[in-house]
């Protein structure tokens, strides 16, 4: 017996687990519903208890492993090849023109998987590079020129956030006003001769407008030129393959395409698996490898990681897993075909009312609706005034703001609907609250942007004009730009604190408009405030 077997232990810890779900549950009141169909974004209800369930469990079974080594924990290993295998079935990745090469991980959602996608163009370029004179790799630093990704500004705001994250120019490409879709012509003539283009980008579909990219004609162009293309499906790429008579319906955008490099599917949207898990395809193994991340240049253990994080839950992973197992291509189709009665019921709706139209030439279940501008103005609906409306009625929509592009070209303001199975379910009671609002706020127009920004400039500001505004609201510290949130997102109340730390709950229209008007230098510096001070301690409210 080991004299370590005679050492007396520390008693174990007393636990107050009392009371802790009960406060949880207070919290998860305040909460917006995940289920019933009452949102119509974020959330993606197949509307299957059992599936829940299913995903719960299965998280409850992996909660003590570490995805990080998959070479420890085996079950990783074999839960993520086979999800990577059916969404590369799924995607035409097996069997498809070059495509036996087509690989992938599992990410932990879309942003992740875009990131990695812009990663491994940004590696793989400066790996076909001339070394430089002393035989070093080149950098960016060393390239001499900057480092261009392409794509049209309907692309998700992920490929903004990895250009910041990894040093490249981000070239935005007006998109065709009245279809939404990206314009492969202007696409060709922002790439130029490729030379400096680690990547286009396009969308199946886009966020906003649910409008798909014409992939062939794009991938066409840039395959010419030698320049990789991405297809951000992370909202498509698990329902547009099982949309009905998708042959017809759906544009091809997966790796039947040639030149298609790579593609994002998040599991955790249309595949109906818990938060967070998205799946990024690349095409040709030795191209994907450049994803990866290792190191054997510290005294520790050998460190490769496939995605961003190193330790990781296997939980998000394992549900995924799961619900994919337990759904199969045949769930998969009952589920789409619940989704897409649903989406044409909806059009039915927003077609019947007077003064609202639906944007661009969505594919799939989402869409997004605008001012008819083509009726009186008695008869318009503002898309924002009615989103309010209809949020009293109990259903959530989404307001996005109007975009001018880069030509000029204006995206209108709209309000977005994302549609799951549970609409199908709720989508009587949904159109009646669409068609009472619509009555209720016709001929009502939304506040003017430049009167919010110019009120807002009155109080703060007095005396400059709003095309100053950078200079008068520029480089805000964080206490200006908290009493900037406080006048203006929370109406003059600061709500943190307590069990519900909202930003509050009026109405969105007036928020919009100031998004709008504000210079987006600032927009985006009270944005940040806000979220960043939703998750500070406030001071009092800590146990004593």
């Not at 520390?10 to 949102?39: N, S």
């Not at 932990?108 to 001339?130: H, I, M, N, Y």
């Not at 980008?201 to 991938?219: L, M, N, R």
Request: glycine share 10%; net charge negative; proline share 9%.
């Amino acid at each position: 017996m080991s004299a370590l077997d005679d050492t007396p232990l520390p008693a174990p810890p007393v636990l107050r687990a009392e009371g802790i779900l009960d406060r949880l549950a207070a919290l998860r009141a305040a909460d917006a519903p995940t289920h019933g169909g009452r949102v119509l974004s974020y959330v993606y209800d197949p509307d299957l208890a059992e599936l829940d369930a299913l995903a719960g469990d299965a998280i409850r079974a992996v909660q003590p492993l570490n995805a990080l080594d998959p070479t420890t924990f085996s079950s990783v290993a074999v839960m993520e090849r086979e999800l990577v295998s059916f969404a590369r079935d799924m995607l035409h990745g097996t069997g498809a023109q070059d495509a036996s090469g087509v690989v992938g991980t599992v990410t932990s959602g879309g942003t992740e998987s875009c990131l990695l996608a812009v990663k491994t163009a940004r590696d793989a370029f400066l790996a076909a590079q001339p070394a430089q004179a002393d035989g070093s790799p080149r950098t960016l630093a060393t390239l001499g020129f900057a480092l261009r990704v392409v794509a049209p500004t309907t692309v998700h705001a992920a490929f903004h956030k990895a250009a910041a994250y990894l040093g490249l120019e981000l070239v935005l490409v007006p998109v065709d006003p009245a279809s939404c879709r990206a314009d492969p012509a202007a696409l060709a003539e922002a790439v130029g001769d490729g030379r400096d283009v680690a990547l286009v980008v396009v969308s199946a579909p886009s966020y906003p407008h649910g409008v798909v990219d014409p992939v062939e004609e794009v991938a066409a162009a840039a395959s010419a030129l030698g320049v990789p293309v991405h297809v951000d499906a992370c909202v498509g790429g698990w329902v547009l393959p099982f949309w009905p008579d998708a042959a017809a319906q759906v544009p091809v955008f997966d790796f039947r395409v040639p030149g298609v490099t790579s593609i994002s599917a998040d599991v955790h949207k249309y595949g109906y698996a818990p938060k967070g898990t998205s799946v990024l395809l690349t095409r040709d193994r030795d191209r994907q490898r450049h994803q990866l991340f290792a190191t054997t240049r510290w005294p520790g253990y050998p460190v490769v990681n496939s995605t961003i994080m190193g330790s990781k839950s296997a939980g998000p992973l394992a549900a995924a897993w799961a619900v994919t197992q337990a759904l199969g291509v045949p769930g998969y189709q009952a589920v789409t075909a619940r989704c897409a009665g649903a989406t044409s019921a909806l059009h039915e709706v927003l077609g019947s009312i007077e003064g609202l139209r639906v944007v661009g030439l969505p594919v799939g279940p989402l869409v997004a609706v605008a001012t008819d501008e083509s009726v009186p103005a008695d008869r318009r609906i503002d898309p924002h005034v009615w989103s309010d409306a209809v949020r009293a009625s109990g259903f959530v929509l989404q307001p996005q703001p109007g975009f001018t592009q880069p030509d000029g070209s204006r995206l209108p303001h709209t309000t977005h609907f994302t549609v799951t199975p549970v609409t199908a379910g709720v989508v009587g009671g949904l159109g009646a609250a669409l068609l009472d609002a619509a009555e209720a706020v016709r001929g009502v127009p939304r506040p003017d942007p430049q009167q919010v920004l110019a009120g807002l400039l009155a109080t703060l500001a007095p005396g400059v004009e709003p095309t100053d505004a950078v200079a008068a609201l520029g480089s805000l510290d964080s206490a200006t730009a908290w009493e900037l949130v406080q006048r203006t997102v929370l109406g003059g109340a600061d709500t943190r604190g307590g069990d519900a730390p909202e930003p509050g709950t009026g109405p969105m229209a007036p928020l919009l408009a100031l998004v709008e008007a504000l210079p987006p230098a600032v927009s985006e510096r009270l944005l940040v405030e806000l979220i960043a001070r939703l998750a500070e301690p406030v001071p009092g409210s800590a146990e004593d």
